[in-house]
C-alpha cells in the first residue's frame, strides 16, 4: 500500500553517532530534549512481545505522548526495526522504526523511522540524523487532514531538538 502521507526532516550535528544514538532510544532522556513527544511509557503485556524496557528495542511497546494543537495525544507505538552497524561496515549506521499499534494495517498503518549516520569530519565527531514517517491506509486521509502539519511540525521538531541537545 503507497503512503498517503511522507514526512521527513534531516540534520547534521557535531556528535558522535553513537551518543546521538544513545540519546535517542533512551526514553528516560526525552522530557529533557524532545518537545514533540515528551513522553514514552514502556507498556508491559504477557501475551506478546511488548515487554520493554526504558530504551528502545526491537519488539518494545511504548505509549508515546505528542504535543499536537495545546493537547496532549497518546498513542501505542511498536519498534519494528531495531539496527546497529556491524564493525565491520564501511558505513556506519543505526537505524530504529516504530509503528502505530491499535489499528487494522489495511485502515491506518504508520511507521516512523530514524536513522543515524557517522560522518567523517575534520573537526570531530559528526553525524546525520534522518527521520520521518510514512501513513498509509483510508485513515491516513482523516489523520493527516486533522494533524498533518502539527505531525510535519513535530517530527521537524524532534530533529532540531536532537541536534540542539547533542551539540550542547
Sequence with gaps: MAPVTRIRAEVSMK???????????????WPEWNSFVPGADPIFRSDDLCDSPTTLRLGSCYRFIANMRGRKWASRQRVTVFETPQPEDVRKVWRISWEVQGYPKFLFRTVRFNEIEEVTAEEGNECVYRTGEDQSGPLAYFVNWVFGRDIEKGIKNWADDLKRTMEA
Design 15 to 29: 556528535a558522535s553517532a553513537e551518543a546521538a544514538w544513545t540519546r535517542l532510544i533512551n526514553t528516560t532522556t
